[in-house]
């Protein structure tokens, strides 16, 4: 029976330390080449979806810099558009290498997704979605004299980074092509970035200055487009409860009532994992299907013998 999947990638799947176009058209092919594996099996769809966080603020910040009366900055929404642009291209040329290395014959495209959310979804009053590079605190005043309506917080004891709202998906405009195209064996990257965040108001749909998460919107996508798996793509094999500390203690199948437990115990770092998890429990609660949490490197390990966190209902 037709599988269908749809995995989310985390932010190394395509930016690791070098943000050139060379450096991360490198890793999208290393990461392309991992998810041909979801697709060897001859019976399953694949629709993958990516962040755009690192990406989008960069853009903003190449906008504002040439910036002129008659060649203005684009806002926020539409340059959340540029990178689903961007980083399909990047993905669809891998997928051809990838798929090509591999003797597989799989049609992939790009969709421009556009993600509903809420005009008066609180997060608008309060940004908490970091994006683009990060500053040291001495570079923080002369961004902050720069740019004094941006918001800019500690990101993880990495550095700072500015943040912007970043609203819940209500629904993705586009499900329904996604699924006749997925119908269609096409394998397809869809929803980058979260989606481009729109309201609708008299019918229409209008752009709205925010970041989606994109561990949301691919939850929100998985339920809409009945897919039997969610699959979550970081940087680590499992997750971990006691992250960090020497009872560190590697999570496998997890059900929903066990991953609530530990979400109430603050066990998931906000901004990181804890959005993950509760994407994961979303879909699995909404659909009765099953989520998995791991890492690009263990795409095989989780296909052919079940390793990664697996959450179910
Ligand atoms: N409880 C936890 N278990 C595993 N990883 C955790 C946990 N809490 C925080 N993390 C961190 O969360 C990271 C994944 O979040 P992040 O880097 O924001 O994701 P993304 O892959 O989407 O860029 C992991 O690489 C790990 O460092
Ligand atoms: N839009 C989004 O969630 O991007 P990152 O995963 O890159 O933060």
Redesign the pocket.
Known sequence: MTKRIVVAL???AILTKDSSAEAQQAAVLSTAQQLTSFLKDGDTQLIITH?NGPQVGNLVLQQLSGSTEKNPAMPLHTVGAMTQGEIGFWMENALNKAFAAKNMDEDVATIVTRTLVDAHDPAFQNATKPIGPFYTEAEVADITKQHPDWDIVEDAGRGYRRVVPSPKPISIVEADVIKKMVNDGITLIAAGGGGIPVIKENNEFIGVDAVIDKDFSAAKLAELVDADELVVL???KN???N?NTPEQKALTTVTLAQAQEYLAEG???A???KP?IEAAMSFVKLTGKKAVITSLDNVTGYLEDGLGTIIVP
Request: glycine share 22%; proline share 0%.
């Open positions: 985390g932010g190394n962040g970081t940087a680590v997750i971990f409860v992250f066990q998931f770092a901004g990181s994992m993950k």
